[in-house]
């Protein structure tokens, strides 16, 4: 099978490549490279010995995408391409909306005219807005989305939806995905945020590599343990293997039409002060924080209620807080400035 990944230079897009090749499947990327570096998929080819066909592209270039989906038979698209800081979204919302909706829509709408009805899509737990009681389940109504990213997710979930229900061949699986964290068990992949990294954990590897000084943690008052803010993080790998699992699902199941969403996420909720001591605990290194004030938007503790992903993916998240600092930690520790800029 041939997948088309967008945005697959990136974070997560970069460690699904990796485990796509070592399953078998052939794969190409386009990604604009807006988020990232080359280096990721150069060092996914030499971590497998396999060959990614790299497009450098946008997914709002139809005539490019058009090109792209004549010269390769792709059997299903894995979308990540998107812009993905919360806080900036709001600072400059019609980017996100036209990168995130608009670009969404052209890269449908070139798949349909030509036919490709395998879709599977990065969501998030965001979907679910504050107004949900946790765990939460995909059977609960989307929220009332607190930034323009989050809304561009709600409303992508809901083009597809709409297409799925105008076109019967066309088979789509949202993924939400809770709170990536780590890296590739090699050190050689990992996260590399552009500028201060908004994300609780590329913030602690950066401390705790000397690149930062301290981190702020956001708010100790909140009705949690410990007062600091509790989520869902899993790692990186096992989010990978969740792609790989929903391709095969769909592959499998051809009476399938519609759309089915799937949490990915670990089932616990993990404080912000647990996530510093697990991270000096794999990483030797001190990492100091003072406390902060709340940060705007943030929920105390959201989590996932990931059955349905066991049940019907036979997938389950399996490494452990402590492999996901470790991994974090060898990958900024291997890489202190990121990929090779
Ligand atoms: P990332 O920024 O590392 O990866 C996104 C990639 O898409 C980048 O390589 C970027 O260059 C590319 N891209 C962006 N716009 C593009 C465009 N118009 N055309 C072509 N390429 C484009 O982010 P990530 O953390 O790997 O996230 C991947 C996906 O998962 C995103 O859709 C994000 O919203 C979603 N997601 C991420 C998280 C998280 O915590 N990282 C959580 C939930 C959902
Ligand atoms: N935090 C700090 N200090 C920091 C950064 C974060 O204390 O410097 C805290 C936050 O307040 C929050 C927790 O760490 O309590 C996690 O924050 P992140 O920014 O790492 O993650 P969020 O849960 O806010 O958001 C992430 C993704 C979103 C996605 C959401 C749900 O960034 O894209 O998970 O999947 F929508």
């Given at each position: 099978m041939k997948i088309l990944v967008t945005g697959g230079a990136g974070y997560i897009g970069s460690h699904t490549v990796l485990l796509l090749l070592t399953n078998g499947f052939e794969v190409v990327v386009l990604d604009n490279l807006m988020n990232a570096s080359i280096e990721s998929i150069r060092r996914v080819e030499h971590l497998t010995g396999k060959k990614v066909s790299f497009i450098k592209g946008d997914i709002q270039d139809k005539t490019a995408l058009t090109s792209l989906f004549n010269e390769h038979a792709i059997d299903a698209v894995i979308h990540f391409a998107a812009l993905k800081a919360v806080g900036e979204s709001s600072?400059?919302?019609?980017?996100?909306?036209?990168?995130?909706?608009?670009?969404?829509?052209?890269?449908?709408?070139?798949?349909?005219?030509?036919?490709?009805?395998?879709?599977i899509f990065s969501s998030s737990a965001t979907v679910y807005g504050g107004e949900n009681a946790v765990p939460y389940e995909e059977s609960m109504p989307l929220g009332e989305a607190s930034s323009p990213y989050g809304a561009s997710k709600v409303m992508i979930e809901r083009v597809l939806k709409d297409l799925a229900q105008s076109n019967l061949d066309f088979r789509a699986v949202c993924l939400r995905y809770f709170n990536p964290i780590g890296a590739h068990e090699s050190g050689q992949i990992g996260e590399d945020p552009k500028g201060i990294p908004n994300n609780l954990l590329p913030y602690v590897a950066q401390v705790a590599v000397g690149k930062r000084e301290r981190l702020q943690v956001f708010g100790d008052d909140y009705s949690t343990q410990d007062g600091t803010c509790e989520r869902d993080y899993l790692h990186v790998m096992d989010l990978a293997e969740g792609h790989v699992a929903a391709v095969n699902w769909l592959q499998k199941n051809s009476e399938f039409t519609g759309v089915e969403a799937f949490n990915l996420g670990t089932g616990k909720a993990v404080s912000v002060l647990s996530i510093i001591k697990a991270f000096e605990q794999a990483s030797q290194q001190k990492v100091p924080y003072t406390?902060?004030?709340?940060?705007?938007?943030?929920?105390?503790?959201?989590?996932?209620?990931?059955?349905?992903?066991?049940?019907?993916?036979?997938?389950?998240?399996?490494?452990?807080?402590t492999q996901m600092m470790t991994d974090t930690w060898r990958w900024q520790s291997n890489n202190p400035e990121g990929y090779p800029k």
């Open positions: 600072t400059i919302p019609l980017e996100y909306y036209q990168n995130n909706v608009h670009g969404t829509l052209c890269l449908l709408e070139v798949m349909a005219n030509l036919n490709i009805n395998h879709f406390i902060a004030p709340r940060r705007h938007g943030d929920l105390p503790a959201f989590w996932a209620n990931a059955e349905k992903a066991n049940k019907q993916l036979g997938w389950r998240a399996t490494r452990d807080l």
